[in-house]
């Protein structure tokens, strides 16, 4: 393709004045036969080819300082996860923690539980021991006293029914005591 | 001289060193450029429809952010819905050789790795291209 005369001048006037000079691919399409403009088109295509691979080389650091950053970035990001699986873990490793210190604490509670009921049942045979002992005692007592006529048997009656009477009722009442505990533990539970 | 050359990738900074790579080189002095292959696959329609102004090349990029398919996809769609009749390849940064055997088997004529050096790769594809045009070039990976 060419250019009219009065165009090569003109384009070869501003270049001159101005340092302005045609750029791009249409540089290579363009023929003359005026070796001014010839000149002037090896100068145009010399510096359109310089600022092109100039383009490139800072293209391509640009590129590459982006490759870098998404490196960065992804490590980051992998860093990142990481903490937040640590995060995580503490997190279960916390509850875990927390699980096993009520269920050691529960343990020890039904342990005390049972160490209680334990004592109870302990006090309850003794404190019926007793109670039937002493029954025992004062029924042979007063079985004796009657069997060889004594003049205290009228006395020994009078305490045995007394006495059975009080135990009768301390033996009901323990009872009664046990099994509202009894109930009351199995509320709770 | 190639009359012209599609680009389809969607990083803005490799149109600018593709292009100027391109006219450094004198492989093309008309670059024409997709961001996406659902763009690119509407250009093949209309080429499809009228050949008129269809490059006779188009450059590929394998993975295309914001597209709804990927390069080979659309070289498989190309070359069986679209007419064929081009050279076409991938150019991409990946030399994963499962996706080279993927990109071979629907119909791509090269891949070219994207990186640093891309200028010999693509003067050594320009000095193939015509064999690439009469299909006497095997598919052929420029690393």
Not at chain 1, 37 to 62: A, C, P, V
Not at chain 1, 169 to 189: H, P, W
Not at chain 2, 64 to 80: A, H, P, R
Not at chain 2, 117 to 138: I, S
Request: net charge negative.
């Amino acid at each position: 393709m060419k250019l009219s005369t009065d165009s090569e001048n003109l384009l070869i006037e501003i270049s001159v004045q101005k340092k302005i000079y045609l750029e791009g691919n249409l540089l290579k399409i363009l023929d003359t036969d005026n070796e001014n403009f010839r000149t002037y088109l090896n100068k145009s295509i010399e510096l359109d080819d310089e600022n092109r691979k100039k383009r490139i080389t800072l293209s391509k650091q640009i590129q590459d300082r982006n490759i870098e950053l998404e490196l960065k970035q992804s490590q980051l990001e992998q860093k990142q996860n990481e903490n937040n699986k640590l995060l995580e873990d503490l997190n279960n490793a916390l509850f875990l923690a927390e699980k096993a210190k009520l269920e050691a604490l529960n343990e020890v509670s039904v342990l005390q539980t049972k160490n209680q009921f334990e004592l109870i049942g302990t006090i309850v045979k003794i404190a019926l021991c007793v109670i039937v002992g002493v029954g025992i005692i004062v029924t042979s007592m007063y079985v004796f006293a009657m069997s060889k006529d004594s003049t205290e048997t009228t006395l020994i009656g009078n305490t045995w029914s007394n006495l059975f009477g009080i135990l009768l009722t301390n033996s009901f009442s323990i009872i009664g005591t046990i099994m509202g505990v009894k109930y009351a533990t199995e509320q709770e539970k | 001289m190639i009359n012209s050359i599609l680009l389809v990738d969607d990083e803005d900074l490799f149109h600018i060193v593709f292009d100027d790579v391109c006219s450094l080189l004198n492989i093309t002095l008309s670059l024409e450029t997709c961001y996406s292959s659902d763009e690119a696959e509407e250009k093949f329609i209309n080429w499809y429809a009228n050949e008129n102004n269809k490059p006779p090349c188009a450059f590929i990029d394998l993975n295309i952010i914001g597209s709804s398919f990927d390069g080979i996809e659309l070289i498989k769609k190309v070359n069986t819905q679209y007419g064929n009749n081009i050279v076409i390849g991938i150019i991409s940064s990946s030399v994963d050789s499962i996706e080279i055997e993927k990109a071979k088997s629907v119909g791509a004529m090269f891949w070219i790795v994207k990186s640093d050096n891309l200028e010999p790769r693509l003067e050594k594809f320009y000095q193939d291209f015509p064999k690439y045009q009469n299909k006497t070039k095997e598919f052929t990976v420029y690393k």
